[in-house]
């Protein structure tokens, strides 16, 4: 997968609304992979209804997306657990862990799936992020900031070509967010693929190629 098209897209919820100001939504816009986007919004924009859109799990929106040549609607079940597997990587915004779960377990349920990092490298990546304590704590125990963490790291145990981060930072001081920012960008380089971030204030710091006001 090498680009994501938005053909029109409009979400239900804004069909009637009136003098719509947007750069995303009822624009054509397109995401090419390897190239890094900032889209930013006030609370109440969509900002998580895209992620939600492009990653397959709503479809309360008006206009087309394609995957390629591939319109969404036309894509089966099957061929979305491929595509989320091999193509997709999303951080969601309520980060969907597992809190009776430890950290090192909420990542392996992704990792054993795709069998994309060793153990080795697992580990190293919670040493990176500052959280290598943190492996055997359980969710539940930890910090909002120290979560996020450990959902970044999930979603950087699958092969991508666009990874989606929604608000990857919220309750991350400067210091971790260049941490994060430092890691995501290196695996994305490994993969040649595209970063897409959403943000309503605190960006993750890169040099994006392209930002976008929703």
Not at 34 to 40: A, C, K, P, T
Not at 81 to 109: C, G, K, M, W, Y
Not at 194 to 203: E, F, N, Q, R, Y
Request: glycine share 6%; proline share 2%.
């Amino acid at each position: 997968m090498d680009r994501i098209l938005l053909r029109s897209v409009l979400p239900d919820v804004f069909a009637d609304t009136d003098n719509l100001e947007s750069g995303i939504w009822k624009q054509d816009i397109n995401f090419d992979r390897g190239n890094s986007y900032l889209i930013e919004a006030a609370s109440g924009k969509g900002k998580s209804s895209f992620c939600s859109f492009i990653y397959g799990y709503r479809k309360d929106f008006s206009g087309s997306i394609f995957f390629d040549k591939s319109n969404l609607n036309s894509i089966s079940g099957k061929e979305w657990d491929l595509i989320r597997t091999n193509h997709l990587s999303l951080l969601f915004q309520d980060l969907a862990l597992f809190p009776e779960l430890t950290a090192l377990e909420n990542v392996l349920l992704k990792n054993t799936l795709t069998n994309h990092k060793t153990s080795k490298q697992i580990t190293e990546m919670f040493g990176i992020l500052g959280i290598k304590d943190k492996l055997n704590q359980k969710i539940v125990k930890m910090s909002w900031g120290q979560q996020q963490r450990v959902a970044i790291i999930r979603c950087l145990c699958q092969p991508f070509n666009f990874i989606i981060l929604d608000e990857p930072i919220s309750h991350l001081d400067d210091k971790n967010a260049n941490i994060v920012a430092e890691l995501v960008e290196q695996e994305a380089k490994l993969q040649e693929a595209a970063i897409i971030v959403t943000s309503i204030g605190k960006h993750l710091p890169l040099n994006y190629n392209k930002d976008y006001a929703l």
